[in-house]
């Protein structure tokens, strides 16, 4: 399989990157700046995805196109979503699925809500990106809700994720629909690495056409 990443040199970006890489695939990454450790075996472009020629270097003989990327700027400016329909389009025109890395805030705590971003402990400085990644979820299911046009799926990890907290690599996940996948202690994280398993799984197998889905261990 060939995929191309848009922020392949980041922390998600990247363990899927290794992830692809060791199933043997092509990757193909684009970042705003060359890598300062890149990984063998990865093309490494850079540009900016808002620009069309750019994304149809990047898709062009593509399988998948991944989304990894931050959804606001550190002032809570929403970027990702105004370039969406762009992104889109470009994974449509090249016939490739496109997977969107999500975040956890949209993701519901029980049936029926409140999402985890209306729990207490949801930090108020986290809200800007979870709300503009809720609007890219909305957009992707109210313009594509049967894949017409466009395959694609969209991933939100645990609570606890991120190169703060790499965990462990367990070499394994667990998945769930809208809900936030917890532990019996109601805890709620998973690593780097086994977050790129289940993604990079859902690319070889797909499971989930057209929809999010939630993982932990």
Known sequence: M?????????????????????????????SRNAPEHPLDGVEYLTGSYADPQVLAELTAGQDALIVAVHATTDDGTSVLLPHLPTIA??????????????????????????????????????????????KVLEWLAQNHPNGEGLSWFYVSPAALYGSYAPGEATGRYRTGGDLLVTKDDGSSEISGPDFALAFVDELADPKHENRRFTVGH
Do not use: C, Q
Request: charged share 20%; aromatic share 8%; proline share 4%.
């Open 2 to 30: 060939n995929i191309a990443i848009i922020g392949g040199t980041g922390y998600t970006g990247g363990n899927i990157a290794r992830e692809a890489l060791s199933r043997g695939w092509e990757v193909r990454s684009l």
């Open 89 to 134: 389009d470009a994974a449509a025109n090249a016939g490739a699925r496109l997977g969107v890395v999500g975040g956890a805030g949209s993701s519901f705590v029980a049936e029926g809500g409140p999402r985890l971003y209306d729990t207490p402990e949801f930090h108020d400085e986290w809200k800007p990106e979870a709300t503009t990644h809720v």
